[in-house]
Structure formats: structure tokens, C-alpha cells
T-cell receptor, first 114, second 114 residues
Framework: NAGVTQTPKFQVLKTGQSMTLQCAQD?????MSWYRQDPGMGLRLIHY???????DQGEVPNGYNVSRSTTEDFPLRLLSAAPSQTSVYFCASSLTGVEVTEAFFGQGTRLTVV | AQSVAQPEDQVNVAEGNPLTVKCTYSVSGNPYLFWYVQYPNRGLQFLLKYITGDNLVKGSYGFEAEFNKSQTSFHLKKPSALVSDSALYFC????????????FGQGTELSVKP
């Protein structure tokens, strides 16, 4: 079982460059989300989606875009990278139906913006 | 505003001793509560959850957590710590009315010494 797959695992960008972090899940989960992890700040929600075609902003959405064209994929786009976006990014997915299940996380993408 | 607090940045325990990692939350209603563990350079792994019912829930690797509604707490416990338990632990809450959105605490670094 693949679960939640994130690519790439590591990335170095120059300030102003753009890139897309990929996230795919094979569990048919409706809910998908992106978090960033910074030391001492836990995980902060960037964007989330409750299903294909539906996305919404989380706690720290500025500088990021998302789309959800399929149930499986939820890419995160950095429009113009800034050093403040240096972080570890995690994608997660979960069910949101009657049965309350835990969220499944990808292995993370470590992004450095220089 | 919804929030989760883990008051200790670090917890140090001797191997074989009991451990407690604290978590308090501020969420309206009756939230779902989760504990996750993160090993170095890895994604988050689910440990246990509280949905309803018995206030003491048991999870993976011998961990358990006690839900206390009056104190709005959900402390993680283990009767006998192992060196391999050393990791970063996150408490998270999910509002029953907000789909799969998780709010995380800032994390507690657990260090278990031989």
C-alpha cells in the first residue's frame, strides 16, 4: 500500500523561482491538506480540500496555491519562492465520513529557499 | 479561536520509568483528539485517538492517553519508557463540524536515556 506519496523529498530553490510539490494518495480519501513544519511551531495548515474541485485556505496560505482536479492528487504550488518559505512540507489525507479515522501523512518535502 | 497547547518543549525520562506528555486544547464542543509521533526525517505516524466513550484510550507501541473533559486535556502516557520511544510527539484536535481539519500543538521532544 502506497498511502500518501510526496515528491520531491528535497528541493533547493532560488528566491523568486516557482515550483510544485506533488502529493498523491491511493486510499480514496476525500480530505487532503498541506502543512508546513517549522521548529517550535508545530504543523500549520496551508490549504485543504474536502473533495475534487473544492479547496480552501488554512492558517498560512499566502504565497501558495493549490488545486484538486482528482480525488488522488493535491499539488501545492509556490508562486515566487521566498526564504521565509524554507520549511518541511507535509501532505495528509483522511476520510471525513461517519467513521472517524486518523490522517495519513506523506514523508515530507524539505524545501530550502536561498 | 481553536488551539492546542503542549506546555513542555522537551521531556526527559529514564528508560523503564513512566512517561507523560501533556496536551491541553481549546475547541468548542466535543472534538476528536489525536496523538502522532515523528521520528527524525520521517512523516507523522498515528498513535491513538479519542472519539467518544472510555476516557482512557490505548494505542500503538504501548502508549495510552487519558481524556479529561473538565480540564480539556489529553495527556499521553506510557508505563515504562524505551530508548526507542525518543521522538517528537504531536497532539492534534479535530472539530466535529470542520471535516478533516487538524489543529496541532507545537510538539514535545521526548528523550529517553538508558
Amino acid at each position: 500500500n502506497a498511502g500518501v506519496t510526496q515528491t520531491p523529498k528535497f528541493q533547493v530553490l532560488k528566491t523568486g523561482q516557482s515550483m510544485t510539490l506533488q502529493c498523491a494518495q491511493d486510499m480514496n480519501h476525500e480530505y487532503m491538506s498541506w502543512y508546513r513544519q517549522d521548529p517550535g511551531m508545530g504543523l500549520r495548515l496551508i490549504h485543504y480540500s474536502v473533495g475534487a474541485g473544492i479547496t480552501d485556505q488554512g492558517e498560512v496560505p499566502n504565497g501558495y496555491n493549490v488545486s484538486r482536479s482528482t480525488t488522488e492528487d493535491f499539488p501545492l504550488r509556490l508562486l515566487s519562492a521566498a526564504p521565509s518559505q524554507t520549511s518541511v512540507y507535509f501532505c495528509a489525507s483522511s476520510l471525513t465520513g461517519v467513521e472517524v479515522t486518523e490522517a495519513f501523512f506523506g514523508q515530507g518535502t524539505r524545501l530550502t529557499v536561498v | 479561536a481553536q488551539s492546542v497547547a503542549q506546555p513542555e518543549d522537551q521531556v526527559n525520562v529514564a528508560e523503564g520509568n513512566p512517561l507523560t506528555v501533556k496536551c491541553t486544547y481549546s475547541v468548542s464542543g466535543n472534538p476528536y483528539l489525536f496523538w502522532y509521533v515523528q521520528y527524525p526525517n520521517r512523516g507523522l505516524q498515528f498513535l491513538l485517538k479519542y472519539i467518544t466513550g472510555d476516557n482512557l484510550v490505548k494505542g500503538s507501541y504501548g502508549f495510552e492517553a487519558e481524556f479529561n473533559k473538565s480540564q480539556t486535556s489529553f495527556h499521553l502516557k506510557k508505563p515504562s519508557a524505551l530508548v526507542s520511544d525518543s521522538a517528537l510527539y504531536f497532539c492534534a484536535v479535530r472539530d466535529r463540524n470542520q471535516g478533516g481539519k487538524l489543529i496541532f500543538g507545537q510538539g514535545t521532544e521526548l528523550s529517553v536515556k538508558p
